[in-house]
């Protein structure tokens, strides 16, 4: 009998790229998959080929929402797992239920931590973290097959739970990349991803004062939003910044593609950025366009392996203009060679191979 993979999230499930390139590439090997997520903010109408079910939670904040999501997974899991299912946790915030039922059922689980939950920087000093690291600690060194996001973040967990997790990168598939690199007027500086602190993204907003001829588009949303678009219109540089929302993946691949210059100058705001590789990176490489990164580990590690593009020496907005200023006067052919050795390495087609091995040693519970 083919065994069942029920794969859950606290997520809309709608952007989230991760999450949908595991799924297609279980699906694709024949494994019969079914996804749970929740509608927490917003559940845009999306098709996959497996069937999906996103939570209606009636929770007004957060906190709440990550309590009522763990007691309905548990109830939905309760339902749906059978002596013949392998569940696949996604993140410290969904991991309790998961781990509840394979321990009910003894049944295979696998948890895939895309971060260090526990070291968010949302969470600072905040009680609810004392929660997650309490609920981290009880977990985490039980479970058997665990994979995580960066080389750091699976140092991180092994140094503090003598756990070995599988890194499976959040790289994007390989694209046939034949356009034409276009002769952009104003050159285009290109953000993408969650608009949170510590994403170092008012930095580069108020490093538009020192560049002449260059554009900053935002694509994504976040709690920081209004903020920023505050300081845009405090700093009159509403000619220099434009806000483009949160897109779906298929039309942020568009604009990436297009861009003369990525950004991925995450602050050090707690360990789980600190060690991150984040998707911004990879995606840039995938669609060969140059980035500024932060001089943090992951990127730093990038950056040595290959001449993809430049790390800030800080986060005063004039030395991020300087990197931006140094990697469009060198001009995005100029890194093509690098950026497609890179693509050539740093692509899903490479990692799902790790993703179902682990998928294939579960099974063997």
């Known amino acids: 009998m083919k065994r069942k993979i029920i794969i859950s999230a606290f997520s809309n499930l709608y952007t989230d790229q991760r999450i949908e390139k595991v799924c297609k590439t279980l699906h694709e090997n024949d494994y019969d998959i079914e996804l749970i997520g929740n509608d927490w903010n917003g559940a845009e109408e999306m098709a996959r080929p497996y069937p999906f079910v996103r939570i209606f939670l009636i929770s007004k904040s957060l906190k709440t929402a990550y309590f009522e999501f763990n007691w309905q997974l548990y109830r939905l899991l309760k339902q749906k797992a059978d002596n013949n299912t392998v569940l696949y946790a996604n993140d410290l915030d969904a991991l309790l239920p998961n781990y509840l039922i394979s321990k009910k059922l003894n049944i295979p689980l696998i948890f895939d931590s895309h971060e260090i939950f ?163 990176v990879l995606d840039c490489i995938q669609a060969r366009v140059p980035l500024i990164m932060a001089d943090l580990p992951e990127m730093k590690n990038v950056k040595n392996q290959f001449d993809v593009g430049e790390i800030i020496e800080d986060h005063h907005p004039e030395n991020i203009a300087a990197a931006i200023t140094k990697v469009l006067n060198r001009g995005r052919n100029n890194y093509l060679s690098e950026l497609s050795k890179a693509s050539d390495i740093l692509c899903w087609e490479r990692e799902e191979i790790k993703l179902l091995n682990v998928v294939e040693n579960a099974l063997r519970f």
């Open 118 to 280: 526990s070291e968010m920087p949302a969470i600072q000093g905040k009680m609810s973290q004392k929660l997650w690291r309490f609920l981290e600690k009880k977990l985490v060194p039980n479970v058997r097959f665990m994979i995580t996001a960066s080389g750091s973040y699976a140092n991180w967990f092994s140094k503090k739970y003598e756990v070995s997790p599988v890194v499976l990168q959040n790289a994007p598939r390989k694209i046939s990349f034949n356009i034409e690199i276009p002769e952009n007027n104003p050159k285009i500086l290109l953000y993408q991803g969650a608009i949170n602190p510590f994403r170092g993204i008012d930095k580069a907003i108020l490093a538009m004062h020192h560049l002449e001829n260059v554009i900053f588009k935002i694509a994504g949303d976040g709690p920081r939003k209004k903020e920023y678009e505050e300081l845009v219109i405090r700093e009159n540089l509403q000619r220099k910044v434009q806000f483009l929302g949160k897109l779906h993946p298929d039309d942020l691949r568009k604009i990436t593609l297009v861009a003369d210059c990525g950004m991925s100058i995450e602050e050090n705001g707690g360990e789980s950025y600190f060690y991150s590789l984040p998707n911004k």
